[in-house]
T-cell receptor, first 115, second 112 residues
Framework: DAGVTQSPTHLIKTRGQHVTLRCSPI?????VSWYQQVLGQGPQFIFQ???????GRGNFPDRFSARQFPNYSSELNVNALLLGDSALYLC??????????????FGEGSRLTVL | QKEVEQDPGPLSVPEGAIVSLNCTYS??????FMWYRQYSRKGPELLMY????GNKEDGRFTAQVDKSSKYISLFIRDSQPSDSATYLC????????????FGAGTRLAVHP
C-alpha cells in the first residue's frame, strides 16, 4: 500500500505569494494532520482534520488554512508568504480522530523556500 | 521554557555502542509518548509508542517513561551505522495522538 503522499516535493516562492500544498493519506485513513518543521527544529502542529472537519489548530496565524476533501485528501494553504515560512511541511495520516492509542504516519514533506 | 526539551547533539558513537537519548517535559497532562526517527530529507518514522509510564522493548530499542520525573528515554543497543539519523521525541495529552508536541531532535551518528 502507498504511504502518505505529498506534492510538490520542493517549491520556491517569493515573499507575499500564496502556496498550496497537497496530501493524500494512506488508504483507509480518515484523519490528516499538518506540521511545519523549520530547519534544526522538531515538527510543530498546524492543523488536524478528521472526516472533513477541523479537529485542532496550532498556534499559527490566519494566513494558514487547510481543508479536507470527501476522499480524505487535504490541502494546506499559506497566504502572504514570509521568509519565516520557509520550512518542511509534513502531512500525517491516521485511521482515527486521535483518541485512544494509534499511530501517526508521516509523508516525506514539501520543502518550501521563500525568497 | 519549551514544553519538551531535547538535547540536539550531535551525538557520535562507535558501532555496537549503547545509545541513550532523552527528553524532559513540563506538561503533566501528557499521556502518549513516542519516539520518531528521521533520516535526512525524509519524513519522521514512528519507532516506539508508550502510553503512560513504564518500559517498552522492541528488538534493539527500549523506551522508558517516568511520569513522576517528566522524563522519557530511548535506548538503542548494538547501534549500527544505519541508525544514524535524527531522533525526535513526541508527546500528547488529551488532544490525542494526532496533535503531537515534538522535541527539537537529537542527531545521532554511528561510525563503523
Amino acid at each position: 500500500d502507498a504511504g502518505v503522499t505529498q506534492s510538490p516535493t520542493h517549491l520556491i516562492k517569493t515573499r507575499g505569494q500564496h502556496v498550496t500544498l497537497r496530501c493524500s493519506p494512506i488508504s483507509g485513513h480518515k484523519s490528516v494532520s499538518w506540521y511545519q518543521q523549520v530547519l534544526g527544529q522538531g515538527p510543530q502542529f498546524i492543523f488536524q482534520y478528521y472526516e472533513k472537519e477541523e479537529r485542532g489548530r496550532g498556534n499559527f496565524p490566519d494566513r494558514f488554512s487547510a481543508r479536507q476533501f470527501p476522499n480524505y485528501s487535504s490541502e494546506l494553504n499559506v497566504n502572504a508568504l514570509l521568509l519565516g515560512d520557509s520550512a518542511l511541511y509534513l502531512c500525517a495520516s491516521s485511521r482515527t480522530s486521535g483518541k485512544g492509542t494509534g499511530e501517526l504516519f508521516f509523508g516525506e514533506g514539501s520543502r518550501l523556500t521563500v525568497l | 521554557q519549551k514544553e519538551v526539551e531535547q538535547d540536539p547533539g550531535p551525538l557520535s558513537v562507535p558501532e555496537g555502542a549503547i545509545v541513550s537519548l532523552n527528553c524532559t517535559y513540563s506538561n503533566s497532562a501528557f499521556q502518549y509518548f513516542m519516539w520518531y526517527r528521521q533520516y535526512s530529507r525524509k519524513g519522521p518514522e514512528l519507532l516506539m509508542y508508550t502510553y503512560s509510564s513504564g518500559n517498552k522493548e522492541d528488538g534493539r530499542f527500549t523506551a522508558q517513561v517516568d511520569k513522576s520525573s517528566k522524563y522519557i528515554s530511548l535506548f538503542i543497543r548494538d547501534s549500527q551505522p544505519s541508525d544514524s539519523a535524527t531522533y525526535l521525541c513526541a508527546m500528547s495529552g488529551s488532544g490525542g495522538y494526532n496533535k503531537l508536541i515534538f522535541g527539537a531532535g537529537t542527531r545521532l551518528a554511528v561510525h563503523p
